[in-house]
């Protein structure tokens, strides 16, 4: 009889153990989906705030390189004395900072305008603004950029900057151009 009972309270407490077991599993298995998806989220909002951090610094890159070539564009005039082809020390550090930039960016490609003022005939002013932006040319080169990147035209007379006859338009007509 005594076998029995011990029989019959084992029979009552094993269920109430298997209870406890699985309720405490069912538990620490919740436990570990709620740890596994914390992890994935904070993960993913890591990997989001990379991939924002990079998105600035390229934004940052890209405004730095668009205010490079707008300093370059602001300063790609270089002038010329009367009959002369041959650039001067006082624009070197322009044509430097071109060759700088077009060294950088090898895909980039830019068109050096020759000019000249009106005195001489047309024939002349077409060769001189030539020599002009040949000259600008074999400096950039001479720095380092490619010759593929660098491409000549003239317009001589054609296109002046001022159009008056005085000393100071002439002046400002004698140029070579770097266009971008």
Excluded: W
């Excluded at 890591?46 to 610094?57: F, S």
């Excluded at 020599?131 to 040319?137: F, G, N, Q």
């Amino acid at each position: 009889m005594r076998l029995n009972k011990t029989f019959k309270n084992i029979a009552i407490a094993l269920p109430l153990l298997a209870l406890a077991a699985c309720s405490s599993n069912d538990t620490s298995d919740e436990q570990t989906t709620v740890d596994t998806n914390t992890e994935v989220a904070q993960q993913q909002a890591a990997e989001e705030a990379v991939k924002v951090q990079a998105a600035k610094k390229a934004a940052e890159i890209k405004e730095l390189k668009r205010q490079e070539i707008a300093k370059l564009r602001s300063e790609h005039i270089i002038y010329f004395g009367f009959d002369v082809s041959n650039v001067t020390e006082e624009f070197s550090s322009i044509l430097d900072a071109h060759a700088t930039y077009l060294n950088a960016n090898s895909n980039v490609k830019v068109l050096i305008e020759g000019h000249a003022d009106e005195r001489g005939t047309p024939e002349y002013n077409i060769a001189l603004g030539e020599r002009r932006a040949k000259a600008v040319v074999t400096y950039l080169e001479n720095m380092g950029v490619a010759a593929n990147q660098l491409k000549v035209v003239s317009y001589g007379e054609e296109k002046p900057m001022v159009k008056d006859r005085s000393e100071d338009a002439f002046s400002k007509n004698r140029r070579a151009v770097i266009v971008y």
